[in-house]
């Protein structure tokens, strides 16, 4: 609606809220053109479930300056766990788990977290 300058702009502000909600040994990466991943080492499935709480309220309350207005962003967020991540096969499951909990959050009516 606001064409690519704005979604570039959101994206941009939304990584920097996700960011400054996680913990250095976390990290972010863009997988798709609207998706994110935010892996979290160390983290049990509760905690992660946790963070994604944070993260979800802190995008529900940002609020991106554009041209005349605000843009206003939510985030569905679907999390999931694997003991070892020490192959590639594992990597893969732990992303289809997360992208199955994803779906769920958006079938729930989005703006909020599933866990797998």
């Known amino acids: 609606a606001h064409g690519n300058a704005g979604g570039d702009l959101v994206l941009q502000r939304l990584a920097q809220a996700i960011?400054?909600?996680?913990?250095?040994?976390?990290?972010?990466?863009?997988?798709?053109?609207?998706?994110?991943?935010?892996?979290l080492p160390f983290t049990n499935l509760a905690g992660?479930?946790?963070?994604?709480?944070?993260?979800?309220?802190?995008?529900?309350?940002?609020?991106?300056?554009?041209?005349?207005?605000?843009l206003r962003v939510t985030v569905s967020i679907g999390c999931a766990e694997v003991e070892h991540v020490g192959d590639v096969e594992a990597a893969r499951l732990l992303l289809r788990h997360a992208d199955e909990a994803l779906y769920?959050?958006?079938?729930?009516?989005?703006?909020c977290v599933q866990t797998a």
Do not use: H, M, Y
């Open 19 to 39: 960011n400054s909600s996680l913990r250095r040994s976390d990290f972010l990466a863009r997988v798709g053109g609207e998706e994110l991943v935010a892996v």
């Open 48 to 70: 992660a479930r946790v963070a994604a709480e944070r993260i979800r309220r802190e995008v529900e309350e940002l609020r991106v300056p554009w041209r005349d207005t605000e």
């Open 104 to 111: 769920a959050a958006k079938a729930q009516g989005r703006n």
